[in-house]
């Protein structure tokens, strides 16, 4: 696998924090850090899909309206 170096500035206790991890989990500080960010990546990935379904939905008219939404929270507190 190729790879490149990235540098980025990170406050201090983040950094600490890592420095920690490192110790802890006989890693270095190299693996926490591609570890996070892989994970990170994944999230915003998947944050994105799922917006885009949303707006797939909206435009294809699947939606509840806002007063269908009240109705059925309303009636919620009724029925206890």
Same mark, same amino acid.
């Given at each position: 696998?190729?790879?490149?170096?990235?540098?980025?500035?990170?406050?201090? %206790?983040?950094?600490?924090?890592?420095?920690? $991890?490192?110790?802890?989990? &006989?890693?270095?500080? #190299?693996? +926490? /850090?591609?570890?996070?960010?892989?994970?990170?990546?994944?999230? %915003?990935?998947?944050?994105?899909?799922?917006? $885009?379904?949303?707006?797939? &939905?909206?435009?294809? #008219?699947? +939606? /509840?309206?806002?007063?269908?939404?009240?109705?059925?929270?309303?009636?919620?507190?009724?029925?206890?």
């Amino acid at each position: 696998m190729n790879t490149r170096v990235v540098t980025a500035h990170i406050p201090n %206790e983040l950094a600490e924090q890592i420095d920690q $991890l490192a110790v802890r989990l &006989d890693r270095p500080k #190299g693996w +926490i /850090v591609k570890q996070a960010l892989t994970s990170w990546v994944a999230l %915003e990935a998947k944050r994105h899909q799922l917006t $885009l379904e949303g707006l797939a &939905d909206v435009d294809a #008219g699947r +939606i /509840v309206d806002h007063t269908s939404i009240d109705a059925w929270a309303t009636s919620l507190d009724k029925s206890a």
